[in-house]
């Protein structure tokens, strides 16, 4: 119950004024941070409970992940990304957070594996409403 | 081609957010701030305002019924925290509406939008109608080099020729675009593209020189600035 109180013109208003403090302060990583953040929990918020999405819509959402995700690792580990997320060559709707596990488990395992690991991350569209996500984890050598 | 600007708000915080992405933005002025939209309404009537970007929850008054009000007014991108009243705002003709926190691109992407749009309302036309005695005559704006009241007549000096035209100074600045022309003195205007001298108190059109008035020594930077585009 309490949770559905939340007040969402309350949370993006604070959102922006934390966006204007580090903007001011120069901060240009934690801004960046925050607005993505923004975009995502709107995504939460509307997209989420919708029963189709475009699949660009969900790109979008992985990305803004990605990019957080990004900030939370270890620098000294020096994680090598490799992103290519396809966008689709034309209107693909799937259900909303589809693809969100994917993006998360990828770095789950990230940040817990070994010594100088490296994450790829590939999704590509192949036929009409087919797509295929592939991710690995693999130690570099 | 310049976008002026202002931005209405209730958070100074939000505002500080639009003063700061909007210094980045060349083509963008952002000339004043307001945390009160009544505020805005005295600068808006001495002011030539594009677009006001525009928060939607307000205390007094909704981003929405005072883009009501402004009838004809500057363009609007909406400001707004929660996206319930995306849809009523392009009801409005809203330019965009952006979303809280938003980027410095998404921002970019609006005022971009915004300056096409502006593009688009002053599309000026070529020529004009001049009313000499019982006929009229069409006159291609290009080639108006000055203008100079006489009498009840305002004469137009044309490249090739000169027309005598039944109006005053009011008038025939009502039918003449702005950007093109500028009025120098209480009895002259100028085509501006035909300016190639300027000095403080006069200005050459053609080799004419023409004089500016005391109370009009603005028009000279107003003139560079247009030249300059």
């Not at chain 2, 500057?74 to 980027?103: M, R």
């Not at chain 2, 593009?119 to 006929?135: A, Q, S």
């Not at chain 2, 080099?145 to 109006?167: D, F, H, S, W």
Request: charged residues 25%; hydrophobic residues 45%; negative net charge.
């Amino acid at each position: 119950m309490l949770r559905a109180q939340i007040n969402p013109h309350f949370l993006f208003n604070a959102l922006n004024t934390l966006y204007a403090i580090a903007m001011k302060e120069n901060s240009e990583k934690t801004a960046d941070g925050i607005q993505k953040l923004g975009d995502m929990m709107r995504f939460m918020l509307h997209e989420n409970h919708q029963n189709r999405i475009p699949l660009a819509k969900e790109i979008e959402y992985l990305h803004n992940l990605i990019s957080i995700q990004e900030l939370r690792l270890d620098e000294n580990q020096q994680i090598e990304l490799k992103i290519n997320l396809q966008n689709p060559d034309r209107e693909v709707f799937i259900a909303p957070m589809l693809l969100n596990p994917f993006g998360e488990n990828a770095f789950n395992t990230a940040s817990v594996s070994a010594m100088r690991p490296g994450l790829t991350l590939r999704l590509r569209t192949i036929q009409n409403t087919f797509f295929q996500s592939a991710q690995q984890l693999s130690p570099q050598k | 081609m310049k976008l002026v600007a202002i931005a209405i708000d209730d958070e100074p915080k939000a505002l500080e957010v639009v003063q700061m992405h909007a210094a980045k933005v060349p083509f963008l002025e952002l000339q004043a701030s307001f945390i009160d939209a009544f505020e805005a309404l005295p600068f808006l009537r001495q002011h030539k305002v594009d677009l006001i970007f525009l928060d939607i929850k307000m205390p007094d008054i909704s981003g929405i019924e005072f883009a009501q009000i402004l009838k004809n007014g500057p363009l609007v991108v909406f400001t707004t925290a929660y996206s319930e009243y995306a849809v009523q705002g392009f009801d409005l003709d809203a330019v965009d509406y952006l979303l809280k926190p938003f980027s410095l691109a998404r921002f970019t992407k609006a005022c971009n939008k915004a300056l096409e749009m502006k593009n688009v309302r002053t599309e000026v036309p070529e020529f004009i109608f001049l009313k000499t005695g019982y006929e009229e005559e069409k006159v291609y704006l290009k080639d108006i080099l000055y203008i100079e009241a006489a009498g009840n007549y305002m004469t137009y000096v044309l490249k090739e020729r000169k027309l005598m035209c039944r109006q005053n100074v009011p008038e025939a600045l009502q039918t003449l675009p702005e950007q093109d022309f500028v009025r120098v003195h209480r009895s002259f205007i100028v085509g501006v593209q035909h300016v190639g001298k300027i000095a403080r108190q006069q200005v050459w059109v053609n080799g004419v020189e023409i004089p500016v008035g005391a109370s009009y020594e603005d028009s000279v930077g107003l003139i560079k600035e247009k030249l300059n585009g």
